[in-house]
């Protein structure tokens, strides 16, 4: 008889997850995308995983014992990371624990990716005869005519246990293959085995378990690029891999040690053992996959910024460090230049943007942003320096998009309202918030099309009281804009927009929409003939499409209708090349099929940026 | 202006050297295929390549007067590694500087292979346009437009450093390829690249030294398998390697630091670098080839004897433990079958035995005897447990072919000559000698064609009287057959031929004997129809034609004209499979083609194999 599912409901979200009795708290948060920060890897031993349970809490282990004040205790705290689901439950998540959680929202629920036929990674029962007298031909060529096909590779390693192997399973099981490659012997006769789907971003890592043979997404984990305390943005990693004798290798450790803990992550959370992943599969711009791979990034910190590979790159997964099975593939994407990478070929994989009909345009929304336009079957890409301000940096009070973060703002009845990730007292403003709110003045006139926030004697009359009375000015005398008093904010002083920040906030919108126009242009193309802009990255789902019209973060004259969020695009790539060979064949056509252009020779770069900081 | 070459000639040999002033003297005796022990590498440490220079010898060196007493030096004794030729010089070898050199005596002036167009290693020059504003394609991309011929495969290690080599090569220089994979790039435009090409033998590893480009042989060395300490044949490695944890382990790292002995002093003869050894190809017997490459051997010491691998092992040549260049390719012959390995696949390879036109058998002498019959585009191969008689071992006064051993034996006018190895006095009786000694006393009928050894009394009159002599009882009144009495021999110690030790030739011959005939029964061929009888084995070159078919040791009927002797087969064979990839497809190929017969399961083997076993 089985166990029916209980229902755990997480405040404040509201999510509500259905989990068998037995579960630990920390699984059922993350069956509805509640990603909970744990370092120590669910250990019990950070305490980073603290939520309260109002009912139906279990009776504290030992560990939580250790970690938990008896009255906290009392009051229903627990390590979600320790506790388990015995009943119903309803649970309070407080700010720290959702931290990041903004940023990294992936839906699961879309991210089966359909089985194919030709995965890369592929399992196939034998049963041969064992040799014997009159029949003495070579385990290999016995294994070789049972599994059909032609001649099969045996790496060394493998070869060196074969005739053992064989013998132990009686000459049976299951043969783990890449192509004609053996990978391993399962003595099991129907194995599952598994793939890791990665999006290796400058700021965020996604990680991704599927099924090999099914496509099913079995769990997903996020966790901050580690390599972010050497430098918020590509160029100032590459800067420290210039200038540290010892720096490649340190950023490189980083992040494979954090996509290690998130493996073993995502197998704790699907009950999977590592050495049942047999396929990584990598996405990231340029810069992140080469400091991955271990590959030499220092041209890409210098004109021309040229890459070192073209192509993908295929290895075992061992050869980068990962704690996967020891003959697990890794794939890591083919780029199309040094700040048009493997993420961008996935997204154009993933959003098959070079099938639409008609001119078509993918917007990937990140520290870099990356564009690529099709149109009759040519494809262009370019990147820009969205920079850091889209993601909070380089803002005076900016922060990522985590709890406690400003990440709505609108004026209602003449209010001015703001929304918090989290739920939390404001500590500072993520870029969606920067362009709510610039988008609010711009509407009121307080901000000027050529970017000016102007002083209070400048201002129409027209304008809300409410917003009148936030326009103020620091100690220097100059205007600021305050989106919450120092006594509403989490740490005690004011958050406040300042004419350098919406400076930041016109140089990248600016350079996105640049960037957009001089491929249009290039392409001799209309944005009003685009059929689609497609905008991708986590943070792509939560910019509201008229605000992000009204500061010009996309090309101008597009319809609404025109304009689809779709999510993490690299991630999605990256799942369809874990599933496929013909998607990798693919990828590698889409790469070398596309033009890189490099925007800064483009003759009228200048002209159109300049025109392009001009808030429309 | 070129210096002229002088003459070293080497007694008692009498071969005779020209050579370039400056030489040492250890290379001009290479030059004349003496083989000169030097365990210490040629470093002048071990002493063992002494010489005495009776004409023309140097100073000595400040080595040499640490190593040689006043008086040997005054007497001309030198290190032949550490001396150098000046001018015409007269050379003394003795015997202890000669061992090993009748066995594994391979001609130089044959191994030159010819220049393929499809080598398995190639070198291409390239010349690239750095990147530039404008031209920002990935650097690997560059190389391949360079090099043409589609997508390359770069190792991760390599494309890890491809940026930084790149640009200190100004982007020019030569690649190093097998097929589409980059192997390495070299600053030199014009850079040599050089190839290994190892027979792996039961007793005697060869190595010889070849350019991969023109198929130059540079130089030839040979060692001991130092396998030999744990068991004389395969089966006693095998039961050595089941029987001791580490056994594999230990069989394994003994023939790999033979072998990168072996290629040290390669490189040192040629004036080589390791590193710039691309590529080295081995061919040995199944058990060999299995302990080289760390794989199980134990299925091979049962039955019904399956190896492991079937088709050629190709890996990076460190995967091996070889100390070459890092990214060397190491390719390890096909095999037939647990007995019939890649040394007989090499020597049907270089004898080309598949294109004889009409009915041919390849018959290839050591430890174990391999024989390949073809027909009509049939193949067939099995082996026989020839055993160690015709190598010496299991003899009463048995030993390998080298110096001291009684190699030849001849009765001219009625005496009994014998011709013993580097005109030592006799030691010992090796394979050779004893197929004379046995043809001898069959033609005399003092031995009878069942392998009796005649009593005095028995012997019809005719015999000579110095054969009669010979002919004495041991202490328990059997009978033996002196070769060389205690007061001739080196040991003090009479070197006579037992009624035991005829059993074991009778064994031996009659066990190639059967197999060749089995074979012939197989294909329903007659021995007079066969075209050709290939005999290879370093030991082949030295059994002489008439007394091989006396003792019956080839398929009877046979012309002599139709006998040719090829030397080391599997050696010659891998040469070429290290100089062509359609060689290494050939080899593929006839490896499949070749349908191995366990001689034990067919029907007649017994009856055969007893009819063999009497004298023809």
New interface residues.
Partial sequence: MRDPEVLVRFRPSGREAYVLPGVRLIEAAAEVDLIVPSPCGGEGTCGKCRMRVVAGAAAPTSMEKDRLAADELAAGWRLACQTSVHGPMEVEVPTTSRSGEHQILVRTESSNVAASDDPPVRTQRFEVAP???????????RL?QALGGG??E???PL??????RL?AAAYRGTAVLTGRRLLDLEPDETPEVFAIALDLGTTTLVGELLNQRTGESLAIEARLNPQTRYGDDVLSRILYARQEDDGPKRLQQAVVEAVNDMIGALCRKADVLRRCIYNVTLAGNTTMQQLF????V??LGQ?????????A?C?LAV??GLDVHPRAIAYVMP?I??FVGGDTVAGLLATELADVDGPAMLVDIGTNGEIVLHTDGQLWATSTAAGPALEGARISCGMRGCAGAVEKVATVDGQLRIGVIGDAPPAGVCGSGLIDAAAELLRYGILSPQGQLLAADQLPCDAPVDLMRRLQVDRQGKPIFVLAEASESAEGRAIALTQRDFRELQLAAGAMRAGAILLLHRAGIRSEQLREVLVAGGFGNFIRRSNAERIGLLPPQLEHRRIRFVGNASLAGARRTAMSQQARQTAEQLARRTE?I?L??EPNFQEVFADAMIFP
Same sequence: chains 1, 2.
């Fill in positions: 040799p014997r007298r009159g029949d003495d031909a070579p385990d290999s060529l070789e001649p099969l045996i790496d060394l070869l060196r246990e074969l005739p053992d013998r791979c271990g590959v030499d220092r041209p004109l021309p910024f040229a890459p070192a590979a073209a192509r790159t290895c050869e980068l780029v230049g040094g890189h490099d800064s020779t």
